[in-house]
């Protein structure tokens, strides 16, 4: 691997191998190896299309890539130069996937995408539902280079915003551009990409840190996750550029060791960067140095938070800390120096911003959120993944546009933006357009990008449960609002789930939490009421059942309601009463029934009817009850 001397010669390479690297003429198939599509046989898959293209004799360049984002059809493929996309690809498909496409040049219909079962199957990845209304920019090349192959990122353009701004602009001029950009950070916060650089360059410390944050903590997000995967070096570029512009000459990213896929593919590429001279001492032939390191997390969900994440680089606890002073100020960085922190996907939107320039990223998104965002769609909804839209798109469309709708044909009821501690938004809102200050609105979030969809069956009281569960178990424990604040508000929404909820507990909450995000240290404690503070708002009426007519509307707390069977359903199996560990369901001659003064309401007979003919209904009130409602 010879090394760059010049901003030329990098231009030289990149005209050869766009030349020379992906040829039309050649087959190719680019196929998912995300961690998605590897867990479900990724690595078959292409062992047999390898195997199959061998012993036919034919030449075809594999493309092992990042994800391509639909994770819920994995592993996903596309075939070159059709541009042909099959889902579900299994090793026995290998045959008939070169046979038909390889050789035939015609699409392979059994493993084409359909949106059902009946429907006539999609052929071009372009006309999929779930990527028409995508614009990928911090995505860009997931799905079509080798994260493992530097030339592959070169091929198709990368490091050419490098070679711009050290062959023809200064570090104002690219401080400037991202200002211009107005890009906000994409881990949450939404606070300018080029104010914080600005900041930053503006501490008179001879030496300075860019940080990437790729702790990842929301349960089931991976947008960070991907990037550092699928397209490490559009990271590295990113945070070349930001390097440049502030004067700093030492890189970290911060990563989870649970993304052990991650941490390999990043650790490889620093290795290529540095042999090509793309990283290390005089980057193509300037005075301008920069080192990339890794310093893995234990993945505690705090070392999101910036100060924490700072103190867990340096060997420490990861423990929020007060500001001022600000990371990006001197006494407050990486061991003191002042340091630049974004996110993965924040970098990633870098280079194609100094290559483009800002009015082009202007000119997507809305006025006060450009460019695009990216999400990882999960919950009830067809078609699970990894999505990048422009802001500004309405849920409805993110969810029955690209995801599908519901899965089942189910009622949809809400959406939870931004990760555990992200409100959750319900229907009525469904055609808010997606940006940071519109979410904010209605009391929810961007956050790093979680989108989670749920339906009927979704019980909102106890969704919020499970998000408060979460925070509170994550907390560092430090300051007190956050600590005692958050158990104190699980210890009553346990109550309210199991039946013994009390009247006051609706406003005891709403107290509480208002308390936790006025009085808490750090951003994790200020979000985590907003679950359920967001769901008291929207879904009042389902804390009140659950506490006033010890009622669950979506049969997902046990201890509530009064259970019975309906003998006109009832076909006699006997499965509840087989179910039942407290003898509560008793059998007649002809019928069966739930005696109330055994039953426990734990709902095993309910789980286990085939019929649905156990019925689960509201407690009638006393009168004593009516009176005090």
């Known amino acids: 691997m010879a090394k760059l001397n010049s901003v030329e010669d990098l231009k030289n390479l990149q005209a050869l191998l766009s030349e020379e690297t992906f040829k039309p003429d050649i ?11 590897t867990a479900t046989g990724t690595q078959r898959v292409i062992t047999a299309l390898e195997e199959e293209a061998a012993r036919r004799g034919i030449t075809l360049d594999v493309v092992k890539t990042g994800c391509q984002g639909l994770c819920q059809k994995g592993p996903v493929m596309k075939v070159e130069p059709q541009g042909i996309f099959y889902q579900k690809v299994k ?52 799905g079509v280079i080798d994260p493992r192959n530097i030339y592959h990122y070169i091929a198709v353009g990368g490091y050419s915003a490098l070679g711009k701004a050290l062959g023809s602009m200064g570090p104002d001029d690219v401080l400037n551009e991202v200002d211009k950009a107005n890009l906000r950070g994409r881990g949450g916060a939404g606070f300018p990409a080029g104010r914080k650089w600005k900041h930053t360059k503006s501490d008179k410390a001879k030496i300075k840190f860019v940080i990437a944050n790729g702790d990842e903590g929301d349960p089931g997000a991976f947008m960070d996750r991907s990037v550092m995967e699928g397209d490490p070096h ?31 593919n990043l650790g490889h590429a620093i290795r290529q960067a540095e042999e090509l001279g793309l990283l290390g001492r005089n980057i193509l032939g300037t005075d301008f140095s920069f080192t990339i390191d890794i310093r893995e997390g ?27 002073p600000r ?7 990486v061991w003191g120096y002042p340091s630049n922190l974004n996110n993965i996907e924040t970098y990633a939107c870098v280079p194609p911003i100094i290559e483009k320039g800002a009015d082009w990223f202007l000119g997507i998104g809305t006025k006060t959120s450009p460019g695009t965002k990216v999400f990882a769609l999960t919950g009830k909804v067809v078609n699970t993944g990894l999505v990048e839209v422009p802001m500004g798109i309405t849920l409805r469309e993110i969810i029955y546009d690209i995801g599908g709708g519901i899965m089942n044909n189910k009622k949809f009821k809400a959406v939870q933006t931004g990760g555990p501690s992200g409100g959750c938004i319900p229907e009525e809102h469904l055609d808010l357009p997606v940006d940071f200050d519109s979410l904010a609105k209605v009391g929810s979030m961007m956050g790093s990008g979680g989108m989670v969809v749920m ?9 919020a449960k499970y998000f408060l569960s979460f925070c509170q178990s994550e907390s560092c424990g430090k300051c007190p609002p956050c600590r005692v604040g958050t158990y104190q508000m699980l210890q009553i929404l346990e109550r309210i789930t199991t039946g013994k909820g009390e009247a006051g507990d609706i406003e005891r909450l709403e107290q509480i939490g208002q308390l936790i995000k006025e009085g808490a240290l750090c951003g994790l404690g200020n979000s985590a009421p907003n679950p359920v503070l967001t769901t008291i708002k929207y879904f009042r009426e389902e804390y009140e059942e659950h506490i006033h007519d010890k009622y669950c509307r979506a049969k997902a707390c046990s201890g509530l309601g009064t259970f019975r069977i309906e003998n006109e359903e009832c076909f006699l199996c006997g499965l509840c009463k087989e179910a039942c560990a407290f003898d509560a369901v008793k059998e007649t001659k002809d019928s069966f029934f739930i005696d109330k003064d055994y039953c426990t309401k734990c709902k095993a007979c309910y789980m286990a009817c085939p019929i649905g003919a156990v019925k689960v209904e509201k407690e009638k009130r006393s009168p004593e009850k009516q009176e005090v409602l």
């Open 27 to 37: 087959p190719r198939v680019r196929l998912c190896s995300g961690t998605a599509c």
């Open 91 to 142: 090793p026995e498909h290998a045959k008939s996937i070169i046979a038909y496409s390889v050789v035939g040049g015609i699409p392979y219909r059994q493993s084409l995408y359909r949106d059902d079962i009946l429907s006539e199957p999609i052929p071009e990845m372009t006309e999929v539902p779930f990527y028409k209304k995508q614009l990928r920019i911090a995505l860009r090349n997931n």
């Open 234 to 264: 559009s990271l590295f570029e990113g945070m070349l550029l930001c390097a440049y512009a502030i004067g700093a000459r030492y890189g970290m990213i911060y990563v989870r060791h649970e993304y052990p896929l991650a941490v390999k």
């Open 298 to 324: 234990a993945g505690a969900f705090v070392c999101g938070e910036s100060t924490a994440l700072v103190a867990s680089i340096e060997g420490e606890r990861g423990f929020p800390r007060p500001r001022p």
């Open 327 to 333: 990371l990006s100020e001197t006494g407050g960085g």
């Open 455 to 463: 339906d009927e069956d979704n019980c909102m009281v106890d969704v």
